[in-house]
């Protein structure tokens, strides 16, 4: 008999419009790296969510934990039963520190019964070394932390609960190759000592990397159980997520590369980058390497003026440009895919359509103050399809999507502002194997048709299969400038530590 410690017996979820799962039936055994797989939108977080008390299944299903049935009403009882979840969204208290933050709700205490300051940090700081990211100061307040660190104290707070199953929703999409090593290494060593892991990501390396078995979802169905994820056969497992064979992961382009279109000079912001110059000509693709903190994105972000500059001139087809807000950026062409959706990128209280003609309302939509309604809804659709969003229609809320349904969403906004230089930060991150290979076709489209693009991506793959030349930075500089002729995965690393 195998050990099995989670068993999911017919588990439906029905939400408004959507049967987001339906008669779930399978099993995780006892110190595995489970992990789940589909399509965004397939059902995996919904899962997680019911499996946490978030979510209640709908009558006639059963979760057996450790072979009984257990019923979880909330999120604080699934943590009384050992399962320690680390969300797709993020859920920490920006105003409060790293460790308030970690130990929230169950704090130090000595034998008096008041907190235990000084335990608390040194329990923070020890977890802190553990994951290697000394960078971390336990007293930093959260919302001054990057995206990536503010996933650490995540991580952070849900294993110092000693908990004994973990499930991570799509832990490393914002983690640089080291901190996930270190992520990586810290699993190997708690499922050593019995803990059960699952375990969610599109990045399909991690799934040979850390995955034991998995389970594959599509439309809310099961459709797929690997047993061994070492063996497993690739274009098998994306077979099964994408139920259709694909044929290119990085489609062909046939690069037709123009004059300079877009010229940056001498970008400086004060302890953070410094100077940065560099042209983009016209059909090109422009990859932005280096590690996470390295300065990408705040050189994307002093570019459109979404943080101030000391000094720095911004060139359009030879034109000195003024860009010192966003607005500014759009009203020149330039069109910015921010890395963190949820909070720069999307109005959740808002359609999707809402959100897609946001961009381009008075350029595209509005005729003086009225608003031509089939044209937005069209644009709308038009990018739904292209993108295959995932939504029962566009006047769903954005907050009911899934989190990489909400990342398309983002991306169409872009996509229909109809920019001439598209800045994308991160555009594939949390997005599944199928449409990533779709926005490559779209940025080809783009550059086909005229566009300049820059990628920031910490994707070594990504930039080598899809730009035609390299620009690499390090602690806020550029470092290198390759060709895509010349650039190797080695190379690049070379230039980032
Ligand atoms: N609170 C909600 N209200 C309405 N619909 C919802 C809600 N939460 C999820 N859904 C819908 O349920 C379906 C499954 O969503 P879920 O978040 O589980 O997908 P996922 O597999 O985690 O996708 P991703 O990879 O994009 O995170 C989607 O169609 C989503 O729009
Ligand atoms: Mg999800």
Redesign the pocket.
């Known amino acids: 008999m195998s050990d099995s410690i989670l068993r999911f017996e017919n588990i439906s979820k029905t939400?408004?419009?959507?049967k987001?799962l339906k008669n779930i039936s399978f099993e995780i055994h006892r110190g595995d790296v489970h992990v789940l797989l589909?399509?965004?939108?397939?059902?995996?977080?919904?899962?997680i969510?019911i499996l946490t008390g978030v979510?209640q299944a709908d009558e006639g299903g059963t979760i057996y934990l450790n072979g009984a049935p257990v019923k979880i009403h909330d999120t604080l009882q699934s943590r009384k039963l050992g399962i320690g979840t680390v969300f797709?969204e993020n859920s920490l208290i920006p105003h409060l520190n790293v460790a308030e933050n970690v130990f929230l709700t169950r704090e130090l205490r000595n034998a008096s019964g008041t907190i235990d300051w000084k335990r608390t940090y040194t329990e923070c700081e020890r977890w802190i070394s553990e994951l290697g990211v000394t960078h971390i100061d336990p007293h930093a307040q959260v919302r001054k932390l990057s995206v990536a660190d503010q996933q650490i104290v995540e991580i952070i707070k849900v294993f110092s609960q000693n908990p004994s199953i973990v499930i991570l929703?799509?832990p490393t999409s914002s983690l640089s190759d080291n901190e996930i090593s270190n992520l990586f290494r810290i699993i190997e060593t708690l499922k050593k000592t019995g803990v059960t892991f699952i375990y969610?990501s599109?990045r399909m390396e991690e799934i040979k990397q850390i995955g034991d078995r998995a389970t594959v979802?599509r439309d809310?169905e099961l459709t797929g159980e690997i047993e061994n994820c070492k063996t497993a056969d690739m274009d098998q497992i994306i077979n099964m997520i994408v139920g259709r064979t694909l044929e290119e992961k990085f489609p062909h382009r046939e690069s037709r590369i123009g004059d300079v279109m877009f010229e940056v000079k001498d970008i400086q912001v004060p302890d953070t980058i410094y100077d940065i110059s560099f042209t983009l000509r016209k059909g090109e693709v422009l990859g932005f390497s280096g590690l996470v903190g390295s300065g990408r994105t705040s050189t994307a972000k002093a570019i459109i003026g979404a943080i101030p500059r000391t000094s720095g001139e911004i060139f359009i087809n030879g034109q000195k440009v003024k860009v010192t807000n966003p607005a500014e950026a759009i009203a020149n062409g330039i069109g910015y895919l921010p890395e963190d959706r949820k909070t720069e990128g999307l109005i959740l209280t808002k359609s999707v359509k809402e959100n897609i003609s946001l961009p381009s309302l008075q350029r595209k939509f509005k005729r003086g103050f009225i608003l031509d309604g089939k044209k937005e809804r069209d644009a709308a659709e038009e990018y739904r399809d292209k993108l295959r969003i995932?939504?029962p229609g566009i006047n769903r809320l954005s907050?009911?999507?899934?989190?990489?349904?909400?990342?398309k969403v983002v991306f169409a906004k872009w996509l229909c502002s109809e920019a001439s230089i598209y800045i994308f930060d991160e555009p594939t991150r949390?997005i599944?194997v199928g449409a990533k290979s779709e926005i490559y076709q779209i940025i080809n489209n783009l550059v086909g048709q005229g566009a300049a693009v820059i990628v920031i991506s910490s994707e070594l793959p990504e930039i080598l299969g899809i730009c035609d030349r390299v620009i690499v930075m390090r602690d806020g500089r550029i470092t290198a400038n390759i060709d895509r002729a010349d650039a190797t995965q080695e190379k690049i690393m070379s230039y980032s530590i």
């Open positions: 939400f408004p419009g959507v987001a589909g399509e965004n939108g397939a059902g995996k977080s919904t899962l969510k979510y797709q929703d799509e969610v599109h979802f809310g995932k939504t907050k009911f999507l899934s989190g990489g349904n909400q990342q949390g599944d």
